[in-house]
């Protein structure tokens, strides 16, 4: 059964940065996409970004040119790098992995980013 632990979250002041990290185990050596949602106070829960097996990219229009995914080769990672973060950007974000040939997602328990002065 895969297991996807996140960490990194916490406080930042707007402008600031946070880089998230996602750690599969075990890892996939399958055609998978990988990416994060977040979930504000009282909002559904919103697709951020995700990554292909393929090193496509997509970006939801707010967090374009702040935010950038990345993995690792191994598919043992996934990292989100958060840049200029504004206080619009407080959410619990969670990680997730598609398996395609199963069409099985699995979450993580997510991790509190507050953008707060």
């Known amino acids: 059964q895969v297991r996807l632990v996140e960490s990194g979250g916490g406080l930042v002041q707007p402008g600031g940065s946070l880089r998230l990290s996602c750690e599969v185990s075990?890892?996939?050596?399958?055609?998978?996409?990988m990416g994060w949602y977040r979930q504000a106070p009282g909002k559904q829960r919103q697709l951020v970004t995700y990554i292909l097996s393929s090193g496509f990219t997509y970006y939801t229009d707010s967090v374009a040119g702040r935010f950038t995914i990345s993995r690792d080769n191994g598919y043992q990672s996934l990292y989100l790098q958060m840049n200029s973060l504004k206080p619009e950007d407080t959410a619990v974000y969670y990680c997730y992995i598609y398996d395609v040939d199963s069409m099985n997602v699995t979450w993580g328990q997510g991790t509190q980013v507050t953008v707060s002065s």
């Open positions: 075990p890892t996939i050596f399958r055609k998978t996409t």
